[in-house]
């Protein structure tokens, strides 16, 4: 069973940027779409960046110009470099396939305070 590891989040304030990692055990990593997700308060969770097995990317349109989705598969690594944050922003932040086949981590608490 694949575990994933998230790690970066922490407190920031508005316009200020967090760099996401998230380590992802077992050798199908590289093959498969990553996506990180986000859960605000109260809310579901929603896919806000997806990277193909290759360089192709997608952003949901309240994180596109701001957030950047990148691998490293030697390191079975996906990242979320997160600039100009906003207090909207907020919430845990988890990675998974694109169609969330693994099980959850624990994700990584993002706070942007305004």
């Known amino acids: 069973q694949v575990q994933l590891v998230e790690s970066g989040g922490g407190l920031v304030q508005a316009g200020g940027s967090l760099r996401l990692s998230c380590v992802a055990s077992?050798?199908?990593?590289?093959?498969?779409?990553m996506a990180w997700f986000r859960q605000a308060p109260g809310k579901q969770r929603d896919l806000v960046a997806s990277?193909?097995?290759?360089?192709?990317?997608n952003y949901a349109d309240s994180v596109k110009g701001r957030f950047t989705i990148s691998r490293d598969n030697a390191k079975n690594t996906v990242y979320l470099q997160m600039n100009s944050l906003k207090p909207e922003d907020t919430g845990v932040y988890y990675c998974n396939t694109v169609r969330a086949i693994w099980v959850w981590g624990q994700g990584t608490q993002v706070t942007v305070s305004s």
């Open positions: 990277i193909t097995s290759g360089v192709n990317t």
């Open positions: 077992g050798s199908s990593f590289s093959i498969r779409p």
